[in-house]
């Protein structure tokens, strides 16, 4: 083959290579965070709750769905969604962790759920931080929250816990950092130079002290289960696990993962 010809082909394929790279540098938060995507059942909630809007430092409005138990107790479970869909699609989990003796205050990103704003990593932290003084305000501090992180939302529940000593943490799905996720998902980049939003979670873990329970599908094919068993590895005591074999990216809710998280709530009353 011509050599010159050669040359052009492998300008050409580094031309495109490039391409690719400019293009999902430019899209990567549109890749990322993905507030439309709806792959759920909604179900409807089975318990008396308040829509709230708590206002982040950038006066964006955040749909919120917040049940005050009526014994009126401090315990409350502060959760924080993943990277897909509306805070509808949680409402099965919102019924199930009702059981508990807890207010329960579930939170949409800036971005989701119809409010304004976009995402980014530092924007969902200050999401986080307007959701924990929203809890301060209703005189509910750090050490009578639990929080509850999935997928996406481990990271920033790990960025608050590197903050705050909370009552307890609970992980479902987490990752070490979306570096280590942007590399499975898109090995053929060079991601650790490219991504705006890293989340560096496997640092965290190592500075949250409360009680923390991590829970993780075997067979799941957005967050790869070495990454769970990796956190888990890297948390402190006291630490509880549940890993699953099962597919989908989500741990089911099941009696399996209610026997579970009834053994962590008890670990949390010692």
């Given at each position: ?111 989701y759920s119809g409010n304004s704003g ?33 997928s996406l939302g481990t990271a920033v ?104 998280m009834d053994n962590f709530y008890n670990?949390?009353?010692?």
């Amino acid at each position: 083959m011509n050599i010159s010809l050669i040359i052009k082909i492998i300008i050409i394929l580094c031309l495109l290579y490039i391409g690719v790279v400019a293009f999902v540098y430019l899209k990567q938060r549109s890749l990322l965070y993905l507030p439309g995507v709806d792959n759920y059942e909604d179900e409807r909630l089975i318990i008396n709750t308040n829509q709230v809007f708590i206002q982040n430092k950038d006066g964006d409005d955040l749909r919120s769905i917040f049940f005050k138990h009526p014994n009126s107790i401090k315990t409350t479970l502060l959760m924080f969604h993943g990277n897909a869909g509306p805070i509808e699609n949680r409402f099965y989990k919102v019924n199930k962790l009702s059981k508990y003796e807890q207010n329960i205050l579930l939170i949409s990103w800036r971005g989701y759920s119809g409010n304004s704003g976009k995402p980014t990593e530092q924007g969902l932290y200050s999401d986080a931080e307007a959701a924990i003084q929203w809890l301060k305000n209703q005189n509910i501090l750090p050490k009578n929250i639990i929080i509850y992180g999935e997928s996406l939302g481990t990271a920033v529940a790990l960025e608050m816990a590197s903050k705050y000593q909370f009552k307890g943490i609970i992980l479902e799905a987490p990752f070490t950092s979306m570096i280590d996720a942007a590399k499975h998902h898109y090995p053929y980049l060079p991601v650790s130079w490219m991504l705006k939003d890293k989340f560096l979670s496997s640092f965290k873990i190592k500075q949250n002290f409360s009680a923390i329970f991590i829970m993780h599908a075997k067979g799941d094919e957005v967050v790869p289960f070495w990454m769970g068993e990796k956190m888990y590895e890297m948390a402190n005591e006291p630490k509880m696990k549940l890993f699953i074999d099962e597919n989908k990216h989500l741990v089911t809710y099941d009696e399996n993962l209610m026997n579970n998280m009834d053994n962590f709530y008890n670990l949390l009353k010692r």
